[in-house]
């Protein structure tokens, strides 16, 4: 079960995308506003407008392929879908498109609304002892360890640039330091991290090695496993197959799928949001300068202006209902508008005035599904980049603001780049890094190791940007190569 759809599907445009000859516009049928297409991504907050004053807090929207969903924008009334599970569940098969075999095995749709016996996906007595399970493990986590993986890790990706005086934010920090961490809370050898890096962010992609790159993810867990179990330790491998709830192998794996994959891409994208407006916005620069503001409180501001996520599919109702002044049928799809509630203006009149401290955004969610890990995406963006401008203090923006661009999707806004300058400096390596080594290339690791060796699987050949040192096993080259090889290629 590595896959919530067939891996032989061949990826297929939906109707109306560019890809099948004809340009997407804006209205679908019945003039419902599509949520996909050239419009709808290059300004999606503009949309969001748009559709709040043409239908109030819930409005009618159209998916890839043209299928209907509700798009919740009003704060109040994502609060309420979220709160609210016996009439807005997380169960996928509810949907009535599902229901009528209306949803193609390769719709672009499949990877985020499929159903998976996920604790995302459920709801009641199941979903309780599969995140009781999770929420168990991420909460053993403290503060200060996660700092500690954070210090090494950043130390080390701003030692690859720190004489340069130049490096560019999103592809050589953000977008590797939370998969890094990750792996470190996981058990996972360090080996493991930049080819997991590198599948992360083929995997969001969308690319057409996305399936290889999730085996890769799926063999490097089911390694891990294998291995605990001859060598248990503090990490939340062990924890979850310890723990009292008893989940299943498959239940495992599956779950450290999603903590890996999800921690990853909301905590990068708060990573390089933050960092943007820490260089760009003179009132966040000077009040972290002069102490009026603590990087906490900025953190609160970007998950409010800049959610990671800018919308969770979904919710699908399990009865008639009324929702925000709209008439949902049993079997709609619900779609919780993050970035829309986060402005309302019901709650932020002005959305000027600063909101230092205060949490009460959309960001994690509510209720019974509340994203469990946040407080340690919230640490590894925090201390990560409290390390970085305590390394790099004078770092300063490359380029000038409007140059700045970002690529949307559906779910999610990313930054492209953000690229810097700095004085050039040498950084002093941390204690816990590996040194670098000098010697001899060794041989390929067995093709069949034993079952708890903690050797890395082999990397997916087909996905672009793998390293040929990654092949390497865990034990035989050193982490500070294998990192420094990803950056100089």
Same mark, same amino acid.
């Given at each position: 079960?590595?896959?919530?759809?067939?891996?032989? #599907?061949?990826? @297929?445009?939906?109707?109306?995308?560019?890809?099948?000859?004809? #340009?997407?516009?804006?209205?679908?049928?019945?003039?419902?506003?599509?949520?996909?297409?050239?419009?709808?991504?290059?300004?999606?907050?503009?949309?969001?407008?748009?559709?709040?004053?043409?239908?109030?807090?819930?409005?009618?929207?159209?998916?890839?392929?043209?299928?209907?969903?509700?798009?919740?924008?009003?704060?109040?009334?994502? $609060? @309420?879908?979220?709160?609210?599970?016996?009439?807005?569940?997380?169960?996928?098969?509810?949907?009535?498109?599902?229901?009528?075999? *209306?949803?193609?095995?390769?719709?672009?749709?499949?990877?985020?609304? #499929?159903?998976?016996?996920?604790?995302?996906?459920?709801?009641?007595?199941?979903?309780?002892?599969?995140?009781?399970?999770?929420?168990?493990?991420?909460?053993?986590?403290?503060?200060?360890?996660?700092?500690?993986?954070?210090?090494?890790?950043?130390?080390?990706?701003?030692?690859?640039?720190?004489?340069?005086?130049?490096?560019?934010?999103?592809?050589?920090? #953000?977008?590797?330091?939370?998969?890094?961490?990750?792996?470190?809370?996981?058990?996972?050898?360090?080996?493991?991290?930049?080819?997991?890096?590198?599948?992360?962010?083929?995997?969001?992609?969308?690319?057409?090695?996305?399936?290889?790159?999730?085996?890769?993810?799926?063999?490097?867990?089911?390694?891990?496993?294998?291995?605990?179990?001859? *060598? /248990?330790?503090?990490?939340?491998?062990?924890?979850?197959?310890?723990?009292?709830?008893?989940?299943?192998?498959?239940?495992?794996?599956?779950?450290?799928?999603?903590?890996?994959?999800?921690?990853?891409?909301?905590?990068?994208?708060? $990573?390089?949001?933050?960092?943007?407006?820490?260089?760009? *916005?003179?009132?966040?620069?000077?009040?972290?300068?002069?102490?009026?503001?603590?990087?906490?409180?900025?953190?609160?501001?970007?998950?409010?202006?800049?959610?990671?996520?800018?919308?969770?599919?979904?919710?699908?109702?399990?009865?008639?209902?009324?929702?925000?002044?709209?008439? $949902?049928?049993?079997?709609?799809?619900?779609?919780?508008?993050?970035?829309?509630?986060?402005?309302?203006?019901?709650?932020?009149?002005?959305?000027?005035?600063?909101?230092?401290?205060?949490?009460?955004?959309?960001?994690?969610?509510?209720?019974?599904?509340?994203?469990?890990?946040?407080?340690?995406?919230?640490?590894?963006?925090?201390?990560?980049?409290?390390?970085?401008?305590?390394?790099? /203090?004078?770092?300063?923006?490359?380029?000038?603001?409007?140059?700045?661009?970002?690529?949307?999707?559906?779910?999610?806004?990313?930054? @492209?780049?953000?690229?810097?300058?700095?004085?050039?400096?040498?950084?002093?390596?941390?204690?816990?890094?590996?040194?670098?080594?000098?010697?001899?290339?060794?041989?390929?690791?067995? /093709?069949? /190791?034993?079952?708890?060796?903690?050797?890395?699987?082999?990397?997916?050949?087909?996905?672009?940007?793998?390293?040929?040192?990654?092949? $390497?096993?865990?034990?035989?080259?050193?982490?500070?190569?294998?990192?420094?090889?990803?950056?100089?290629?």
């Amino acid at each position: 079960m590595s896959t919530p759809f067939p891996a032989d #599907a061949s990826p @297929t445009p939906p109707p109306g995308c560019p890809a099948h000859g004809h #340009a997407v516009e804006p209205l679908g049928p019945g003039g419902v506003r599509r949520l996909y297409g050239p419009e709808a991504e290059a300004d999606p907050a503009g949309l969001y407008e748009k559709l709040r004053a043409e239908h109030g807090e819930v409005a009618p929207v159209l998916l890839h392929g043209d299928f209907p969903a509700w798009l919740i924008l009003g704060h109040g009334a994502n $609060i @309420t879908a979220m709160r609210s599970p016996s009439l807005f569940s997380r169960d996928s098969r509810l949907w009535s498109a599902f229901r009528a075999g *209306d949803v193609p095995v390769d719709s672009p749709l499949m990877p985020v609304i #499929a159903w998976q016996p996920l604790c995302v996906f459920a709801d009641g007595e199941e979903h309780r002892r599969l995140r009781g399970a999770v929420l168990d493990g991420l909460n053993r986590f403290d503060r200060r360890g996660v700092r500690r993986h954070v210090r090494r890790f950043t130390t080390e990706l701003v030692q690859v640039v720190g004489q340069t005086g130049r490096a560019e934010l999103v592809t050589q920090f #953000a977008e590797h330091l939370p998969m890094l961490v990750m792996t470190q809370l996981l058990g996972m050898p360090d080996e493991y991290g930049p080819q997991l890096v590198n599948a992360a962010r083929d995997l969001m992609k969308g690319t057409e090695t996305a399936v290889a790159s999730n085996e890769y993810v799926v063999a490097s867990l089911r390694r891990t496993m294998a291995a605990k179990r001859e *060598d /248990p330790g503090a990490d939340l491998v062990t924890w979850l197959m310890e723990h009292p709830a008893g989940l299943t192998d498959d239940e495992v794996m599956e779950h450290l799928r999603v903590v890996l994959l999800a921690a990853n891409e909301t905590t990068v994208n708060l $990573i390089a949001d933050t960092l943007k407006m820490v260089l760009t *916005d003179p009132r966040f620069r000077a009040h972290l300068s002069g102490g009026q503001m603590t990087l906490g409180e900025a953190l609160d501001q970007v998950l409010w202006d800049s959610p990671p996520m800018s919308l969770v599919a979904g919710r699908w109702a399990t009865a008639d209902t009324e929702l925000g002044g709209q008439q $949902i049928r049993a079997g709609d799809m619900l779609l919780l508008g993050l970035a829309a509630g986060n402005v309302d203006p019901v709650v932020r009149p002005d959305l000027a005035t600063p909101l230092y401290g205060n949490r009460s955004h959309l960001s994690f969610g509510a209720g019974p599904h509340e994203c469990p890990g946040q407080d340690v995406g919230r640490s590894v963006a925090e201390a990560g980049i409290d390390i970085l401008l305590t390394l790099l /203090p004078d770092l300063r923006l490359a380029v000038p603001e409007e140059e700045l661009t970002w690529t949307s999707a559906w779910i999610s806004r990313h930054l @492209t780049e953000l690229p810097v300058e700095f004085t050039p400096r040498e950084i002093e390596p941390h204690p816990d890094s590996t040194p670098i080594e000098d010697s001899e290339p060794v041989a390929a690791p067995d /093709p069949d /190791p034993a079952p708890a060796s903690t050797a890395a699987p082999e990397p997916a050949p087909a996905v672009e940007e793998t390293p040929t040192a990654v092949r $390497i096993p865990a034990q035989r080259r050193g982490w500070w190569r294998t990192l420094t090889g990803l950056f100089r290629r």
